[in-house]
């Protein structure tokens, strides 16, 4: 037991019934059963929180998709651009072959044209 201040008992005692004003203590009665109206706030709580994460994943869903649509739209414009830097290599040979005088003339009578003051002859009938 701890030492009595002056004047007071050690513990003070409830004459009544017997026992320490310090021993029991004053609980908050809850109703059992019935309807429960209570709010489980915890389980709101993680259910917004799974909302508000869905919603910042699907925020960031169209960026993704417009990254994939970008990316594979320059694959295609680079095998594009591969292609027409070949076409134009091709196309500056050809100038280059086709600025010799004899190249020019066998490449005109091939198409079908003649000098100016020849004479076109056309022969049906020879086979391939």
């Given at each position: 037991?701890?030492?009595?201040?002056?004047?007071?008992?050690?513990?003070?005692?409830?004459?009544?019934?017997?026992?320490?004003?310090?021993?029991?203590?004053?609980?908050?009665?809850?109703?059992?059963?019935?309807?429960?109206?209570?709010?489980?706030?915890?389980?709101i709580?993680?259910?917004?929180?799974?909302?508000?994460?869905?919603?910042?994943?699907?925020?960031?869903?169209?960026?993704?998709?417009?990254?994939?649509?970008?990316?594979?739209?320059?694959?295609?414009?680079?095998?594009?651009?591969?292609?027409?830097?070949?076409?134009?290599?091709?196309?500056?040979?050809?100038?280059?072959?086709?600025?010799?005088?004899?190249?020019?003339?066998?490449?005109?009578?091939?198409?079908?044209?003649?000098?100016?003051?020849?004479?076109?002859y056309?022969?049906?009938?020879?086979?391939?």
């Amino acid at each position: 037991m701890q030492p009595a201040a002056a004047g007071r008992p050690a513990c003070a005692r409830d004459e009544r019934f017997g026992v320490s004003t310090r021993s029991y203590r004053v609980y908050r009665v809850r109703p059992r059963g019935g309807s429960r109206s209570r709010v489980n706030w915890e389980r709101i709580g993680r259910i917004a929180l799974v909302l508000v994460l869905f919603a910042v994943l699907l925020s960031y869903l169209n960026p993704l998709v417009n990254l994939a649509d970008s990316w594979r739209d320059s694959h295609s414009e680079r095998a594009r651009f591969d292609h027409l830097t070949r076409e134009n290599a091709e196309l500056r040979k050809r100038e280059q072959a086709l600025s010799d005088p004899e190249a020019l003339e066998r490449e005109a009578r091939s198409l079908g044209m003649v000098v100016p003051g020849e004479r076109p002859y056309v022969i049906r009938g020879l086979g391939d």
